[in-house]
């Protein structure tokens, strides 16, 4: 069974850094492009990074160009998003995801990914 775990969300004010990390279980990340998305309260979910799966290819979206930085570590089979200079609008629950075939392209796509993590909660106050 594949699992995906995110952690390092949480509170923090304008202006300020957060780091995200995806844990995987059952699947080695190395080998997966990963997706970051996020979701704020009555909007859809939406694409933020996406890494291909080795690593030397990554995609953002316009909203977060500049202030976030997909990366993998494959000696720890993660996946961090470093999320800076945060905004209010940056407010949301984050998933990391994976898509179902190994040594892919990245994809900004939500459909292109069927397994998601729980997602973390992140707050950025004013």
């Known amino acids: 069974q594949v699992l995906l775990v995110e952690s390092g969300g949480g509170l923090v004010q304008a202006g300020g850094s957060l780091r995200l990390s995806c844990a995987a279980s059952g699947r080695t990340l190395s080998r997966y492009a990963v997706g970051w998305f996020r979701q704020a309260p009555g909007k859809e979910r939406e694409f933020v990074a996406a890494v291909n799966w080795s690593g030397d290819t990554k995609s953002y979206a316009d909203s977060v160009k500049g202030r976030f930085t997909i990366s993998k570590d494959n000696s720890a089979n993660t996946v961090a998003l470093q999320m800076n200079s945060l905004k209010p609008e940056d407010t949301a629950v984050y998933y990391c995801?994976?898509?179902?075939?190994?040594?892919?392209?990245?994809?900004?796509?939500?459909?292109?990914?069927?397994?998601w993590g729980q997602g973390t909660q992140v707050t950025v106050s004013s």
């Open positions: 995801a994976a898509p179902r075939f190994a040594f892919t392209d990245l994809w900004v796509g939500i459909h292109e990914y069927d397994v």
